[in-house]
């Protein structure tokens, strides 16, 4: 007996956020895994439709599709939390600066550990600004193995008719 469309897209959740998940690991973008975390899968039944409805943390945006140079400054507080996954230390700006002429300077009295990590948070603020975030495109990459003909595929034949899978990114 053939499974039935809902049947088939449940089983297909997971194999989509697995391939969403070994994407982002691929491409080095797990810290504290909380994208991967924050991904999940809601099946909606309407009418005569089914929507498959694909939901992650709001950041994935810009892993995805990364940031392009001279953009907006990020907000310092998105930065603290970037540092604070990232686990990144703040020790070498709390002891030390450069000064203009490029060399390493010790400073007399050390930063407060808040305003060590508000630099910080500045300075790589800044550098994304500047330089930019290269693309990882973990998205298309995720289902470039075939997942969406597999899943039409399945759909077919449960169905016996021809299935269209729309694919929304917003």
Not at 84 to 99: L, T
């Amino acid at each position: 007996m053939q499974d039935s469309p809902r049947k088939i897209l449940e089983n297909y959740k997971q194999i989509i956020i697995d391939a969403l998940a070994d994407s982002l690991e691929k491409n080095d973008r797990i810290a504290q895994g909380l994208l991967v975390q924050s991904i999940s899968i809601n099946i909606r039944s309407f009418a005569t439709n089914m929507v498959m409805e694909i939901s992650m943390a709001d950041y994935w945006k810009y892993v995805d599709g990364g940031r392009r140079k001279g953009a907006k400054m990020p907000p310092i507080n998105a930065m603290l939390k970037h540092i604070a996954n990232r686990g990144i230390n703040y020790k070498g700006i709390q002891n030390s600066y450069r000064n203009k002429k490029g060399q390493l300077v010790k400073r007399k009295k050390p930063l407060a550990k808040e305003k060590a990590l508000r630099t910080l948070a500045y300075l790589i603020g800044r550098s994304i600004s500047k330089k930019g975030i290269k693309p990882t495109n973990f998205v298309d990459e995720a289902f470039d193995n075939n997942i969406l003909d597999n899943m039409s595929r399945d759909l077919s034949t449960a169905l016996g008719r021809e299935i269209l899978i729309d694919f929304n990114l917003e």
